[in-house]
């Protein structure tokens, strides 16, 4: 028999079985007890200080709420299944133990101001675990660039072989794709860091309520400046969910390398026995399946954050029912971002490193022969006359099985008087990445500097996420001290 519902009120009939199930949202926004418990209780603190609530009831309303929490630390909390979503359920729990008065908890505020300002003190908490997550698969990503400072490999544009890299400077290039993708989450966290609660249903309430107590008690910077706004947007959900789908979308391109270097063609990389699975009929055979499947698991994050944009598409002011599709692949996206960077950390971490096919390939395919242009130059030959001069000596080599540096100075000659014999000093593949100094640059130099600023960056996101963390926790120690008398 199901509980009644929040608004039984105005009903002859209790609704349909099937009607509830349709439309509950608990097993996904059961995800949001915690948060949904804290929100209440920075509600009744300030019902209490601004006289909306007496005392009395208050306090009991509060300490009702912390033993739920005690409850659910504990593992106690059931949570009544055929409850609508997790703030009746939170509501008729707290009702069944300290009886009527508990439904004076629910006085200036609406369940639509409730689930928004839930889901951002959710999404506050996963998206600083993204974080986390994302630079503990930088600082493996940076172990591999400086141990690898001098591992020269095949630069790819095309993927054709391009100009000579370092493994450091490549690994470095994801490194700072990723350290964007944890900037953007603070970024986004930055515009979410306002507190909706307070907006009541649609237009505020008549209480005289303080929100800005609230939001302070819950951590936020401010209050939502327009309630209509408040309730019915979910542009900061859309925005976590693009960070998310930014994030995995690096993720899987690091992931198609990984797969390209693991293959006999390239060789570049071994993974990890413990990090790879075999087949069940070819007996040779050791698969990348968890770089595949984050690979493949971008797609249901993009689908996530593409669904909720089409969700809000049609959207008129203000609540509508559709919002209660948002969390779920909301929830899903984080969780899959968070749980790739660690899988994926733990795959770079322990993979080996071949050095010499790696080399070996940078012999192949012409790979100096921007570096003989740049030497023409150097000789005061245009760069596109340089051009088409060491594109005929490559044209030449194809011919004859030969690379660039196995020309004699004669057979050089030919092509252009202005090489001389230090022509050979600059084309050995590692001559070419040394040169490259500027700034972002492949050179070892550079490569330095990128690495201090790749980990400078690290530590800074670290520290902060320390302190936003200590933030919200402090919030928490404060909303569940017993009542003292104290306003908060
Ligand atoms: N469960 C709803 C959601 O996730 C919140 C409840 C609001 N319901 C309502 N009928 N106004 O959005």
């Not at 009607?19 to 949001?32: I, K, N, P």
């Not at 014999?421 to 130099?445: F, H, M, Q, W």
Request: proline residues 3%; negative net charge; contains cysteine.
């Amino acid at each position: 028999m199901a509980k009644q519902a929040l608004w039984s009120g105005r009903f002859e009939t209790e609704a349909d079985e099937s009607a509830l199930r349709f439309t509950s949202s608990l097993d996904v926004d059961s995800a949001l007890a915690f948060y949904d418990v804290m929100g209440s209780l920075a509600h009744v603190r300030m019902l209490k200080k601004q006289k909306i609530m007496p005392a009395k009831d208050a306090d009991k309303i509060t300490d009702g709420l912390i033993s739920i929490v005690s409850m659910m630390e504990n593992g106690e909390f059931e949570i009544d299944g055929t409850s609508e979503d997790i703030h009746s359920a939170v509501e008729f729990k707290l009702t069944e133990m300290i009886g009527p008065v508990g439904g004076k908890l629910h006085t200036g505020r609406s369940r639509n101001d409730q689930v928004a300002t839930d889901l951002r003190m959710y999404l506050r908490d996963v998206m600083l675990e993204a974080v986390i997550d994302i630079d503990t698969l930088a600082m493996s990503l940076l172990k591999i660039a400086e141990d690898h400072g001098g591992t020269v490999m095949p630069g790819f544009t095309h993927m054709q072989h391009a100009q000579p890299v370092t493994l450091a400077q490549h690994m470095l290039a994801h490194i700072f794709r990723l350290s964007r993708d944890a900037d953007r989450f603070f970024d986004a966290l930055g515009r979410m860091d306002r507190c909706p609660l307070g907006s009541a249903a649609l237009a505020g309430t008549t209480y005289p309520i303080d929100r800005k107590m609230t939001a302070k008690a819950l951590g936020f910077k401010a209050p939502t400046q327009n309630s209509m706004d408040s309730v019915s947007s979910r542009d900061n959900v859309s925005e976590a969910m693009f960070c998310a789908s930014m994030a995995a979308l690096d993720m899987s391109s690091l992931c198609e390398e990984l797969i390209i270097w693991s293959s006999q063609e390239f060789g570049f990389i071994e993974m990890d026995d413990v990090f790879t699975t075999g087949s069940s009929i070819m007996p040779q055979k050791k698969n990348p399946d968890i770089a595949e499947l984050i690979r493949g698991r971008t797609g249901a994050v993009v689908g996530g954050l593409v669904s909720l944009m089409v969700t809000m598409k049609g959207l008129p002011l203000s609540y509508n029912r559709d919002l209660q599709e948002d969390k779920g692949p909301a929830m899903d996206s984080l969780s899959v971002v968070s749980d790739c960077a660690n899988m994926l950390s733990k795959v770079v971490s322990t993979m080996k490193v071949s050095k010499d096919a790696m080399s070996a390939a940078a012999e192949k395919g012409f790979i100096n022969a921007t570096d003989l242009a740049d030497y023409l130059v150097t000789k005061g030959i245009p760069f596109r006359e340089a051009h088409g001069i060491v594109g005929e000596c490559v044209r030449y080599c194809i011919s004859r099985g030969k690379k660039l540096e196995d020309l004699t100075l004669k057979e050089f000659k030919k092509f252009s008087d202005s090489i001389g014999s230090d022509v050979y000093e600059i084309l050995p593949v590692k001559a070419c990445v040394e040169r490259r100094n500027s700034y972002g640059g492949t050179s070892s130099a550079s490569v330095d500097t990128q690495i201090t600023e790749a980990a400078n960056a690290v530590m800074e996101r670290d520290d902060r996420v320390r302190r936003e963390t200590q933030l919200i926790e402090g919030c928490w120690d404060r909303l569940l001290e017993r009542h003292t008398g104290q306003p908060m």
